[in-house]
Structures are given as C-alpha cells and as structure tokens.
C-alpha cells in the first residue's frame, strides 16, 4: 500500500514564523492595542493607568485577587489585562510565566505590550528581564496548525517591551537571546507534533541535511549501509520490523577561531520516530504520544541551530540515532542477542526498551571521535519510571561525573526546564546480567530509570556523561502558560544554554553513586 504525503508539508513552520519584538519607552506600550499590568497579592495596587480608579474590593468583586498568574480582560478600547504575581516576581522564571498567562488571556490580540520599568530590580536585570518576557510571549502564543484546513489561531506579530532608556541595550541583548531560544524551543515542538508519516528517520536526514549548514553546521547522513559498516546493532536491530530505514544524523559545530583547547561538548539524541513497542507491543492508550519518542533527537537538532547565533565557544558534535520501532515478521524478537558498537552484546529482553539500544551506538561513537570529547550528554524520551518518580513536570538527570551534573541542573535552572537527579546506583548492576550475552536490555521490575542509565553508562567507558530522561517532560496535555498542549520541546533551550556555557569537567567520578 502506498500512502501519499503532501509534499509541501513543512515539518518546520517555525522557521517561517517572525515576531517584531521591539525595546521601547513607556509611552509606545502605553499607545499599544493590547498591555499588561503586574498586580500582586497584597499591598498598595500598582501606579498604572489600567488601575485608575480601581481598587481591591472592586477588583476582588470581579473575581481578581492577584493571585499568581490570575488574569482579569478590563473592559474597553484598548485590551487591558491585570496580571496576578502572588508575592511578586522575584524571579525570571516568574516573569516568564505572567507574561505567558498575559499572552493567553489576551489570544486574540496581534499586538501585545508589557512595561517592564517596574520589573528591572536588583532581582532581575534589564536583560533577564527582556529575555524572559520575550520567551513567554513567543512560547506561549506557539500552535502547530499545519494540517488544519481551517484555523482560528492569532499568531503575535508584535511585542513592545517598555525600559528605561538606560536599560535598552540591556534588554535588547535578552531580547535577541530569547528570540533564538523561543526559535529553537519552537522547532523541537514541531518535529514533535509532526505525525509520524511525516516524519520519518529519512525525511528528518534530509531536512537536517537541508537547515544544518543554513545554520553554521556540517552534517553526515548514514544510512542503512552505513550503518551497517558501522557494526551499530543497536540501532539496526531496533529498525529490524520497520519497512523505513534508519538513519543516523551526525551534526558538527565548530566556532571560529576553534584549536586543540576548544572545548568539545558531544550531544547524543534519541530518535525513534514511531514507537509500537515492538514484538513487546504497548498497550492502546500508551500508544497515541509515541511520535514523540524522538523528542531527544529533535531538541539535539534544535538546540544545535542556534550555536552559531549564540555564539557558543565549545565546539559541539551531535548524534541523532533514527528509526521508528515496529512490530512484524522480521522483527527482533525476545531473546535476540545485539552486537554493539565496540563489540559489546546485548539480550533483548524487552523490545519496548529500544531507546537505550540506538543511544548505546551512539554513546560508543562519541567516546571514539578522533577529537575527544571533554563531556557527553545525551538526551531521550526513556523511561516511564522516571514519570512514575517525578510527575510530568520534572526530567530525570543522572551522571557519572559531578561537574557534568553541576552544568545541566544549571542549564535548566536558567531554562526553567526543571530537572532532578537520581542516583547511579551501581549496586543495582547485577540486575543486567544476561545468562547469553555481556548485558540484558531490562533490568527488575523497580528503580527502571535508573537501570536504563547504568545501561548507557556502560559504553562511555571513561568519559565524563550525563544523562536526561525527558519521558516526564515531552508533551502537556493542554495549554500550560508557556507550554502549549502537544510537544513541549523540552530540552532544546537547555542543551543550547548548556553548550554556550560549557566548561571542560574533571574526569569521570560516578556523581550521584553509591
């Protein structure tokens, strides 16, 4: 059966998207279609002429009390919207979240306007100001639409932010950062609610192969044959039940001016573009986000298109192991014995932990690049156990090396992409045994998160790592102030604020073990 695709789908419209985002004075935000007005829970009420002649017991009549994140739409010509911030901002994460709340109270709105004078404070500059307004307004105001025949969405053409003209280059500099990090966020959605037709391990090779160098990368493309070559069982073993091939998407960033005491930062991304389970088959309801099981992969991919702009100084190398995961008569069934990248094997014990499969291939690539490494992260949609332990709000980390875990809770917490460790736990080892092979792909019945990375832990041989399991994190169910209901893109903004601050670590010295 052949199924015809619309080949004017873009897998990215993004890209085609802009914003005005424009750093003005007070009276440009105060002529502005539509603004807000940051209202705390206590206290006198803000000076700002949406408030005049309010106060809190009409406020509270009409249902607002400021509570953080609230919103009231004030009558008139002009759309006016107060703003809840509970205590009051005292944070950029804060900030990003009113103005998201902001964005999606007023949705049909072109033009937004937000006064960020009375923000700027010893607790959040000029900059991480505008930074974090502009995040929350362009992440909130995201849609995935594509595929509508008819849409009713308003997407943002403008954002004014009002600062003292002292502030304004401040804030020009966080609004042009948030415009490429909203961009990269923006991409990893997309290639995450695109359906799984439309994105296959081939087309993604091709459009990495077509935006990669746009955007200051080299990239390579190995395909099955390749593949092959290569010894990536992992990755070729998953792919065994599919009728498309795999790919493996190799992706290079080297900045200017780069020698042999560049810092070198390696990024390993899972990328299994459809996920049935395999011969293991998911149950019906665990079945419908499984396009999303390429979520590492597509914020590696994202987060790597913004190195140059950003002008990150580390030079970075990105592994994007593709395929989909299917069930049929050729493929690999429970038993089955991998040869890995590097020799080691591996007893599927479960076809359904496939993604430490195809990161385990490109985990053994990394470690033997001719230029090494000082550090590698890879990044997967991985366990449910991690969902079980943290909720669907929080990404699991683990790593073997102390430094490697300081940068990524940092990357996140600039982010606000929230993140917990959890212990590599080598007292649990013996759980992935095997009676026919050097490892099994499961473990027990308990602690699988932390399994699944003492897996991958063993193919970075004596390489600083670090572990993300985004499983918890990939996808809301419905509009979450900046995180629109789908494909939260979670990652992209943290990998590329990971690789611009990237420093070389120490030597591997099992951080968050036992």
């Given amino acids: 059966m052949t199924v015809v695709i619309d080949s004017s789908f873009d897998p990215v419209p993004s890209l085609n998207r802009s914003v005005d985002v424009a750093v003005a004075d007070a009276a440009a935000v105060e002529a502005a279609p539509a603004r807000a007005c940051f209202v705390p829970a206590e206290g006198e009420l803000p000076t700002c002429d949406c408030l005049a002649g309010q106060t809190r017991d009409a406020l509270a009549a009409a249902g607002f009390t400021g509570a953080k994140n609230q919103t009231l739409v004030l009558p008139g010509a002009q759309l006016r919207v107060l703003v809840g911030t509970g205590a009051g901002l005292a944070t950029s994460a804060d900030l990003r979240d009113a103005v998201a709340a902001f964005t999606r109270a007023a949705r049909e709105a072109a033009h937004l306007a937000i006064d960020l004078a009375a923000v700027v404070s010893e607790k959040i500059s000029a900059r991480d100001a505008a930074l974090a307004a502009t995040e929350g307004a362009l992440l909130a105001r995201y849609r995935f639409e594509s595929l509508k025949g008819e849409s009713k969405h308003v997407g943002l053409e403008s954002l004014t932010l009002g600062v003292a003209e002292g502030d304004r280059a401040a804030a020009q500099e966080g609004v042009d950062r948030a415009i490429v990090l909203a961009r990269a966020a923006a991409i990893s959605r997309d290639l995450g609610n695109t359906p799984p037709r439309h994105l296959t391990a081939e087309k993604f090779a091709e459009l990495a192969a077509k935006l990669g160098p746009e955007y200051g990368l080299e990239v390579e493309i190995f395909d099955r044959d390749a593949l092959v070559e290569?010894?990536?069982?992992?990755?070729?073993?998953v792919n065994a039940g599919s009728t498309d091939e795999p790919r493996m998407i190799k992706l290079r960033?080297?900045?200017?001016g780069a020698n042999d005491a560049t810092p070198h930062l390696a990024l390993i991304g899972k990328g299994i573009m459809f996920d049935s389970g395999g011969i293991s088959l998911k149950p019906a309801n665990s079945m419908g986000s499984m396009k999303l099981d390429m979520m590492g992969a597509g914020s590696v991919f994202a987060a790597m298109l913004t190195l140059r702009e950003l002008g990150v100084q580390s030079a970075v190398t990105g592994w994007l192991m593709c395929t989909d995961n299917m069930l049929s008569g050729t493929a690999t069934k429970i038993g089955d014995v991998l040869t890995m990248r590097g020799g080691k094997t591996v007893?599927?014990?479960n076809s359904?932990?496939?993604?430490r499969l195809v990161m385990a291939d490109g985990l053994v690539l990394a470690t033997e690049e001719e230029r090494r490494p000082d550090a590698i992260v890879d990044i997967a949609t991985l366990t449910g156990n991690a969902m079980a332990a943290l909720g669907l709000g929080t990404a699991a980390t683990l790593a073997?090396?102390?430094?490697?875990?300081?940068?990524?809770?940092?990357?996140?917490?600039a982010t606000d992409e929230r993140v917990w460790?959890?212990?590599?736990?080598h007292r649990y080892r013996d759980q992935l045994k095997s009676n026919v092979a050097d490892l099994s792909n499961i473990g027990g019945p308990y602690g699988g998160a932390i399994l699944a990375a003492l897996f991958l832990n063993e193919f970075v041989a004596d390489f600083p790592w670090g572990h993300l399991d985004i499983a918890p994190t990939m996808e809301v169910e419905r509009d979450d102030l900046w995180r629109t209901a789908g494909s939260t893109g979670f990652g992209a903004r943290l990998l590329a604020q990971l690789a611009d601050d990237f420093v070389a670590p120490q030597a591997a010295d099992d951080a968050q073990g036992a």
């Fill in 347 to 349: 007893e599927v014990k």
């Fill in 421 to 425: 460790p959890l212990p590599l736990d």
């Fill in 352 to 355: 359904d932990a496939e993604g």
């Fill in 400 to 413: 073997n090396n102390d430094d490697v875990a300081a940068q990524l809770k940092a990357a996140a917490e």
């Fill in 230 to 237: 290569l010894g990536t069982g992992g990755l070729l073993g």
């Fill in 253 to 256: 960033y080297v900045p200017e």
